[in-house]
Each structure stands twice: as C-alpha cells, then as structure tokens.
C-alpha cells in the first residue's frame, strides 16, 4: 500500500513535470527591453490560486506611470467573464471589486504533452486584463486573508491567493514588486 501510493505521488510529479517542460513556470518573471524605443517591460507568468482553476500574472512597462501595472486573471477553460466588475478580491474581510480594462476576454490554449505513456489534454484558459496600484499588490501580499472570486457568466470561480504554497501566486507577486 505504501509502495503504491509512493509510486502514485511519483508518477504524478513526473507528469506534471514533463509537462511543463518547454513553459515558463508559474510565477516566472522576465524583463525585456524594446530594441526600438528602449522601454522596459517585466512580464510575470500565470501563477495559481491556492485549491483553484485561477491564475494570476502580472505586467508592468516603463510605459506606464509609475504606480500603475496590469494584473490579469486567467481561468481554466473557454468563458466568458461577467459583466464589470468581475474580479473581487476579499483582503482580511473588506471587499474590493475590479473593472477590466479589456472589452473581450482572450482565450489561449496551451498544448497537450504525450510521452513515457502519459497523456495530458491540451486546455483553454480565458482571461482579462485589470489596471492596479503598485499600492494594491503590496496590500494583498501583506493582509492575512486573501480570497478571490472570478465573475463569468455561468458561474464563479474563486481561490485563496494567501497562500505560499510553491507555484501560488502572492510569493511570484513578492518576487515581481522586488523587480519593479
């Protein structure tokens, strides 16, 4: 019993594993400069909410003023978002709810993975971009409870963004305000 459910947490980290080679990891931070104009831009990948279908990346270009970045929520699978606004953060018991900045939603999808005798379907992911306050994201990183809800038109989706748990998002956002 105890070898099979050895070889089952292994078997499940190998394929998580091997697929995601060939990505970014969640949280995964990348600075780039314009070879034409010179700006900067930090790109932060879709890292997880806690015990959900949620991810959350973040931009920032030297662009933008100072204080002000794009946070874009990415669900699993094809849907449309709500009506704005459609991402609601709860921070230690006070809600905040956010308007996109985007009329449609984007949908992309991330490629399937075949080897060793495993196989992982290729999914959807939909998002939509929110403009924030640097003042935000240092607000959420700090508070001690964090939920966040994901408005779409047949149903909500919600996860725990306080969360260190490896590939969450609130440690990439640590990492990310370092950057800035």
């Known amino acids: 019993m105890i070898i099979a459910r050895a070889f089952l947490i292994y078997l499940i980290l190998s394929v998580v594993t091997l697929a995601s080679c060939g990505t ?11 070879s034409f104009d010179g700006s900067k831009q930090l790109i932060m990948e879709p890292a997880w909410l806690y015990s959900s279908i949620i991810k ?14 794009i946070l874009t929520a990415v669900v699993r ?4 978002f709500d009506d704005d606004p459609s991402l609601h953060f709860n921070i230690d018991g ?13 949908i992309d999808t991330s490629e399937g993975f075949t080897g060793s005798g495993f196989y ?19 607000k959420i990183i700090t508070a001690e409870d964090v939920y966040v809800t994901v408005e779409l ?12 748990a490896p590939i969450t998002a609130r440690q990439a956002f640590k990492d990310f305000l370092k950057q800035i």
Request: aromatic letters at 10%.
């Open 153 to 164: 038109t047949d149903f909500y989706a919600e996860g725990i963004f306080s969360s260190d």
């Open 120 to 138: 992982v379907a290729p999914s959807n992911w939909s998002s939509k971009d929110y403009l924030v306050d640097v003042s935000f994201l240092e």
């Open 56 to 69: 959350l990346a973040l931009f920032k270009s030297s662009k933008m003023p100072n204080e002000k970045l």
């Open 24 to 34: 970014q990891s969640p949280g995964h931070i990348t600075q780039t400069t314009s």
């Open 94 to 106: 006070e809600t905040l709810s956010l308007s996109s900045v985007d009329r449609l939603r984007d």
């Open 77 to 80: 699978g094809s849907h449309i």
